[in-house]
T-cell receptor, first 117, second 112 residues
């Protein structure tokens, strides 16, 4: 069964510091992988996604993520965090396949990021 | 460009009351989804519709019904609300040939 684990419920970093948010997934084949960000009281915004090809993907707002098949991981990184990056971050795995299951997403429980000035 | 819209934004119900959450998208997407978000639980899929006229259960369908009214609209109905259904509900849509879901702003529902 598909599942996503985000081991860190809450992370605090100082503004300007680097950031890495962890994501591990369980899936029977090569998955589609996504990172979404949710600001307080808002919906989810897509940061980046991996479908195939280059395992290092670039996203919006200076974020990147690396797909590591051997570790079943898709960690999100940013070299220098800004105060506006404070939000909740969700990793998700998408089901590949035919029929109506195509496009279903399985989400992790989220990581809350706090940024200190 | 509206994208995915949801109404209402907030709602308070009493136990046993019924209501329908509305969702519409203007991106001509075939697939639509309803999720609920609870603290520490991430988003869990309630129901989805791969195309107009079809609906399927997700992870947590009990207590809910859905209607894919047409290609644009996908509604979620609570027939007899329970406090356990207090949550934030998100609708999403996805176009054919792409695997990216686009989310609405959410409906915050409280059941007393």
């Amino acid at each position: 069964a598909q599942s996503v684990t985000q081991p860190d419920i809450h992370i605090t970093v100082s503004e300007g510091a680097s950031l890495e948010l962890r994501c591990n997934y369980s899936y029977g084949a090569t998955p589609y992988l996504f990172w979404y960000v949710q600001s307080p009281g808002q919906g989810l915004q897509l940061l980046l996604k991996y479908f195939s090809g280059d395992t290092l993907v670039q996203g919006i707002k200076g974020f990147e993520a690396e797909f590591k098949r051997s570790q079943s991981s898709f960690n999100l990184r940013k070299p220098s965090v800004h105060w506006s990056d404070a939000a909740e971050y969700f990793c998700a795995v998408g089901a590949r396949g035919r029929g109506s299951t195509l496009g279903r997403l399985y989400f992790g429980r989220g990581t809350q990021l706090t940024v200190w000035p | 460009n509206a994208g995915v819209t949801q109404t209402p934004k907030f709602q308070v119900l009493k136990t046993g009351q019924s209501m329908t959450l509305q969702c519409a998208q203007d991106m001509n997407h075939n697939s639509m989804y309803w999720y609920r978000q609870d603290p520490g639980m991430g988003l869990r899929l309630i129901y989805y519709s791969a195309s107009e006229g079809t609906t399927d259960k997700g992870e947590v369908p009990n207590g809910y019904n859905v209607s894919r009214l047409n290609k644009r609209e996908f509604s979620l109905r609570l027939e007899s609300a329970a406090p356990s259904q207090t949550s934030v509900y998100f609708c999403a849509s996805r176009g054919t040939g792409t695997d990216t879901q686009y989310f609405g702003p959410g409906t915050r529902l409280t059941v007393l």
